[in-house]
């Protein structure tokens, strides 16, 4: 059998497939968020402790022998650790919103786009630059401590192995690395500040690195292979391989990827350009601050369950009785496919008569307005792949299939996991049907009256971003 790892933001999972790549079992624990004050942590021990044990319930529920394990997890954020792997500090998660400040800084003196003109990659509060300045002017003997500032992955892959610290091009594509040469751009560094610390960046394995493991989860010896990272990872899964075809993610983020042999550094600076194992072929990544994230507060605050969504949506009309919601839930603001540290959710058209099934298909709409933004910013004009937590509401894909007003290929599953077994495969030279392990389980097409109505009123949540955006930058 096969094994995917996916170290997710709140949950960690580990799935086992066939060489088919029918999914055999799946393992899942939750991890935790520590929110305060704009900063948002995790617990390094936990999260590998998690790992460990979702693999000891996977091969304990499947035990056949292992061919071989993929890895892949959350992106972005700054993951210290010392020679041994070990957490220095709390990882600062991609969702920290503490160096906004920064990014404010570099939005306006120029250093921002530079960046951007030169990575392909549009640095939001939460990606390692802004963190790493952050941390080096307010806790820098943090940064003298560590051996390493890796990625979520790279710590685990790092712990299981016994291998020296790696990273790969996809997690390393924001924002240090140039995506021509697929090496680190010191002048880059030298924008943020950073020069001095160029020591604690994590060398580059191209392709990703592989080695076997010592025996904590996995047998010993079993070979398993470091990335790349979650959205890379799904795009594989969900079969997302031809140039104009794309993918979203509808997760705790709400991630836009269009594959593209076209580096265009033009154009407004958003999103991120994904190095992948193939020279010459990118990801073009719109993923925003908050996907499923935005509908669960709405869910908790209202008081409204999840295995009630469904039937709620049937309830109520496109446009919910004049309600409408800007998804911009994320205390960081948002990241794509426009940078706006300081940007926040709006609810309007509320009025006495507003009810709790309004906000929620309010707020399912507008997470869709989002993502056709992204789309549309990502380039897409091929078909579009469908995957996460999201897909289990057949309600709100066919909503989502009419505000995108386009046929959704539903891929089901640990997409991640699947995708992370993917590139294993072929790093390890071992043929796999990649069709079949990548076949949709559904294709919700959309409705033409309602794809109309949501064309119309997609225009009118541009107008209101606009506003609303212009309203974030007099804060």
Known sequence: M??????????????????????????????????????????????????????????????????????????????????????????????????????????????????????????????????????????????????????????????????????????????????????????VLELLGLTHRRGLLAPVSDPVATAQTRGEGLPPGT??????????????????????????????????????????????????????????????????????????????????RHEEVDGLLAETPPGAHGVRVLPYFAPSGERAPFVEPRLRAELTGVSLESTRVDLVRATCEGIGYAARHCLEAAGLTGTLAVCGGGTRSPAWMRLLADVLGRPLRVVEGEVGARGAVLAAAERYGVALDAQAWTRPTAVVEPDAERAAYYARAYEDHLARLTEARDRARRI
């Open 2 to 187: 096969y094994v995917g790892i996916d170290v997710g933001t709140s949950t960690v999972k580990a799935a086992a497939f066939d060489a088919e790549g029918r999914q055999l079992a799946v393992a899942a624990r939750p991890v935790d968020l520590a929110l305060h004050g704009g900063f948002v942590e995790q617990d390094m021990e936990e999260v590998y402790g998690a790992v460990v044990a979702v693999l000891r319930e996977v091969t304990g529920q499947v035990p056949e022998q292992i061919e071989l394990a993929g890895l892949t997890g959350q992106g972005d954020g700054v993951w210290l650790v010392d020679a041994d792997g070990r957490p220095v500090r709390p990882a600062a998660s991609w969702m920290d919103g503490r160096a906004h400040e920064l990014v404010d800084r570099w939005l306006v003196d120029g250093t921002f786009e530079t960046v951007f003109r030169r990575t392909g990659g549009a640095m939001f509060p939460g990606s390692p630059g802004p963190l790493l300045a952050w941390l080096d002017s307010h806790e820098p003997k943090a940064l003298d401590a560590a051996a390493t500032a890796v990625y979520c992955k790279d710590m685990v892959f790092q712990r299981l192995t016994g291998t020296d610290p790696t990273t790969d091009v996809s997690d390393a594509s924001m924002p240090f690395l140039d995506p021509r040469t697929r090496t680190y751009d010191n002048r």
């Open 223 to 304: 070979r398993i292979a470091n990335g790349p990272y979650d959205l890379p990872a799904c795009a594989l899964g969900a079969g997302v391989t031809s140039p104009g075809d794309g993918l979203l993610i509808v997760g705790t983020c709400l991630a836009a990827l269009v594959a593209t042999t076209d580096l265009d550094l033009t154009g407004e600076p958003a999103g991120l350009f994904i190095n992948t194992d193939r020279p010459g072929y990118w990801l073009r990544a719109m993923p925003a601050m908050v996907g499923t994230a935005a509908l669960d507060w709405v869910l908790s605050t209202t008081g409204v």
